[in-house]
């Protein structure tokens, strides 16, 4: 199976304008991404797809850029764009704020796409400040390792234990925080994106429910890892100290 890495990039954000750019440790953010990227061993090639110059201009002097509308209403629309001019069997959708991804989560989601059309990743919620946070997605899977359902609040609802404190309750149940990494087969991307908003995804602003609306199963691979983002100017210096102790 022919896999692609697509990573998409967009230029203007509202917490973060012109992020992809930014210097981290002496390189723009997206090209530490691309390098995490190049380290998975189940992607045939990695691609930046964009719609601003800016970004393109950039990413080119290390990697392939793929230039796309700029009406996009999600990234999955634009890597989808991508896709379909692109010959390959199957795409992970990277998302270009995470310049530490871990290349084996990126292989363990490819993977699951051999026996599923749509896969992405989850790892253990230990932290009690993510418990109620509604940017931190949680995800419910079945015994076969299928998603059965994603939510901004915190699922499934511990009867028994609702009343004890949020410790306690992370510490009865395994609760499934949903990491932001996507696999498709390439003609399964190309038909979600066909699908119109469906009503839970338009509840809950989460794009992966309109495939569970329309019948197609999701793999969840189980990771011990954890995420970390650029979301805002303040996130560079975390990710510079981590970058630091990483090579020391």
Partial sequence: MKTLGLIPARFASTRFPGKPLHPIAGKPLIQHVVERCRQARSLAEVIVATDDERIASAARAFCRVEMTRSDHPSGTDRIAEVAARCA???????????????????DAVAGALTDCEMATASAPLRDPADYDNPNVVKVVVSASGR????????????????????????AAFPFGKHLGIYGYRRTTLLRLVQFPVSPLEAAEKLEQ??????????????????????????DVARVEARLRASMS
């Avoid at 429910?209 to 303040?234: C, F, K, Q, T, W």
């Fill in 147 to 170: 998603a059965l359902y994603f939510s901004r609040r915190t699922i499934p609802y511990l009867r028994e234990a609702a009343s004890r404190s949020v410790s306690e309750q992370l």
């Fill in 209 to 234: 429910l309109r495939a569970l609306e329309n019948d197609i199963a999701i793999a969840v691979v189980r990771v011990d890892y954890e995420s970390v983002g650029v979301d805002v100017p303040a």
């Fill in 88 to 106: 390959c069997d199957a795409v992970v959708n990277i998302q270009g704020d995470e310049p530490l991804i871990d290349p084996a989560v990126i």
